[in-house]
T-cell receptor, first 116, second 113 residues
Framework: SQTIHQWPATLVQPVGSPLSLECTVE??????LYWYRQAAGRGLQLLFY??????ISSEVPQNLSASRPQDRQFILSSKKLLLSDSGFYLC???????????????FGPGTRLTVT | DQQVKQNSPSLSVQEGRISILNCDYT??????FLWYKKYPAEGPTFLIS?????DKNEDGRFTVFLNKSAKHLSLHIVPSQPGDSAVYFC????????????FGTGTSLTVIP
């Protein structure tokens, strides 16, 4: 079976500090990977997605970046956090569409980031 | 531009009755739709999906209906249980261009015992 891990679970960081959130997937290969953010009382905002190693698509211009150094590893980073970066960050994976298998997204447990 | 909309931020239903959650979309090219359930401080959990070639998909207490002409889908939960209380998100995808899922803003369901 497949498992998705995210860490840390919670994080409190001062404004201007760097950020690194990590996500790894087990039990599948060549997954599509995604980073979402849910701000307080809001829906899920897609930040980045990746269809392969080194391939990153950005949906929203911001001071965040993403990298995919390995097939099943997805990293969300920032050089300098802003107050507005606070939120609940979710990593997700899916199989590619028309892969012959179920096409759904599966989410990790999330990281609660508070920027102070 | 919100391509998937859930216009009801909240819904309260008595235990044992039917819960109906609605979702509208604007992109007629979407061909795959999903519903997720989310508890606070947890990741969303996949519930049920439907492709555009169908108008209904059922899984236990959960049924999703798709009306392509109206660009509308709904999730029916029968009978509703207190454990169903959560935020429900609908999502849509266009599989030919693939790789992205568009989420609504969620509906918070409260099932009253």
């Amino acid at each position: 079976s497949q498992t998705i891990h995210q860490w840390p679970a919670t994080l409190v960081q001062p404004v201007g500090s760097p950020l690194s959130l990590e996500c790894t997937v087990e039990g599948t290969s060549n997954p599509n990977l995604y980073w979402y953010r849910q701000a307080a009382g809001r829906g899920l905002q897609l930040l980045f997605y990746s269809v392969g190693i080194g391939q990153i698509s950005s949906e929203v211009p911001q001071n965040l970046s993403a990298s995919r150094p390995q097939d099943r590893q997805f990293i969300l980073s920032s050089k300098k956090l802003l107050l507005s970066d606070s939120g609940f960050y979710l990593c997700a994976w899916s199989r590619p569409p028309f892969s012959g298998r179920a096409y759904e997204q599966y989410f990790g447990p999330g990281t609660r980031l508070t920027v102070t | 531009d919100q391509q998937v909309k859930q216009n009801s931020p909240s819904l309260s239903v008595q235990e044992g009755r039917i819960s109906i959650l609605n979702c509208d979309y604007t992109n007629s090219m979407f061909d795959y739709f999903l519903w997720y359930k989310k508890y606070p401080a947890e990741g969303p959990t996949f519930l049920i999906s439907i492709s555009s070639i169908k108008d209904k998909n059922e899984d236990g207490r959960f049924t999703v209906f798709l009306n392509k002409s109206a660009k509308h889908l709904s999730l029916h939960i029968v009978p509703s249980q207190p454990g169903d209380s959560a935020v429900y998100f609908c999502a849509a995808s266009r599989r030919d261009t693939g790789n992205q899922f568009y989420f609504g803003t969620g509906t918070s369901l409260t099932v009253i015992p």
